[in-house]
């Protein structure tokens, strides 16, 4: 069976890295992504130039039904589904809890909690029906550790869930074969800071960080894949850490 990974949120940054080494290491690779078409397709073109096979799938994981969707066309254009990579996530603004809108707390919950849930169901159905030992990787933060005091307290909480969601479904899943595992990145050099409100955070965070300086998405994306290969196939419910020594 052809190795067919979806990649949540793979338009920039750290999931688009993953879909690259993805697609180096063989797999055809769903490029999903919620509003920046151009990237998408930017990077499937990437890929397919390089010989490899891609497609850029428009869907909002927090949805059940684009969830659904997602999925469909995936195998219809790729073939069936043997791996997954819940990458989308999103944090809200920089700030104190007690100053963040409760809109965007239930937003970032929509996205990091209940779309990786719903990518997760979609994924054991597709795995059952094509008879898969699939793999599933969660992208969890280090916040689920720190907490993220004074930044955004919600979105560590949200991963917090991820974590233990993992755990859960991992033993759950464990008698089938099916995988499921987690990597925590700390700090990364992506567009997610400014996007947060703060273009300047790489800079005030890299002290605190033990190694000095901001991991790379290609860093993360080792990980990930590394998850996903045969080399861990005695690995579930495991959370790894990749963030620079905190």
């Given at each position: 069976m052809e190795k067919?990974?979806?990649?949540?949120?793979a338009?920039r940054?750290i999931g688009?890295?993953?879909a690259?080494q993805?697609?180096?290491?063989?797999?055809?690779?769903?490029v999903?992504?919620?509003?920046?078409?151009a990237?998408a397709?930017a990077?499937v073109?990437?890929?397919r130039?390089s010989?490899?096979?891609?497609?850029?799938?428009q869907?909002?994981?927090a949805l059940e039904a684009e969830?659904?969707q997602?999925?469909?066309?995936?195998?219809?254009?790729?073939?069936?589904?043997?791996a997954l990579?819940?990458n989308a996530?999103i944090?809200g603004?920089i700030?104190?809890f007690?100053e963040?809108d409760?809109?965007?707390i239930?937003a970032?919950f929509?996205?990091n909690v209940?779309?990786t849930?719903?990518c997760?169901?979609?994924?054991i159905?597709a795995?059952?029906?094509?008879?898969?030992?699939?793999?599933i990787?969660?992208l969890?933060?280090?916040a689920?550790?720190?907490?993220s005091?004074r930044?955004?307290v919600?979105y560590?909480?949200?991963?917090a869930?991820?974590e233990?969601?993992?755990?859960?479904l991992a033993r759950e899943?464990?008698?089938e074969?099916?995988?499921?595992?987690?990597?925590?990145?700390?700090?990364?050099?992506?567009?997610i800071?400014?996007a947060?409100g703060?273009?300047?955070?790489?800079?005030r965070?890299?002290?605190?960080?033990?190694?000095?300086?901001?991991?790379?998405?290609?860093?993360i994306?080792?990980?990930v894949?590394?998850?996903?290969?045969?080399?861990a196939?005695y690995?579930?419910g495991?959370t790894?850490?990749c963030?620079?020594?905190?």
């Amino acid at each position: 069976m052809e190795k067919v990974v979806i990649v949540t949120g793979a338009g920039r940054g750290i999931g688009a890295a993953i879909a690259r080494q993805a697609a180096a290491g063989g797999y055809a690779v769903a490029v999903n992504y919620r509003s920046d078409e151009a990237a998408a397709e930017a990077l499937v073109a990437a890929i397919r130039g390089s010989g490899g096979r891609a497609a850029a799938i428009q869907a909002d994981v927090a949805l059940e039904a684009e969830v659904a969707q997602l999925f469909a066309r995936a195998e219809e254009e790729l073939g069936p589904v043997t791996a997954l990579v819940n990458n989308a996530g999103i944090t809200g603004r920089i700030a104190r809890f007690t100053e963040t809108d409760p809109a965007t707390i239930e937003a970032v919950f929509r996205t990091n909690v209940y779309g990786t849930m719903h990518c997760c169901r979609a994924a054991i159905d597709a795995f059952r029906r094509s008879g898969a030992r699939g793999v599933i990787v969660n992208l969890s933060s280090v916040a689920a550790a720190t907490g993220s005091p004074r930044e955004y307290v919600h979105y560590a909480a949200s991963k917090a869930a991820v974590e233990t969601f993992t755990l859960g479904l991992a033993r759950e899943l464990a008698p089938e074969g099916i995988r499921v595992c987690a990597v925590a990145p700390g700090s990364t050099l992506t567009g997610i800071h400014a996007a947060a409100g703060e273009p300047g955070r790489p800079a005030r965070v890299a002290p605190a960080i033990p190694m000095g300086r901001l991991a790379t998405p290609d860093e993360i994306a080792e990980a990930v894949m590394w998850m996903l290969s045969p080399a861990a196939s005695y690995v579930t419910g495991t959370t790894l850490r990749c963030a620079g020594g905190l």
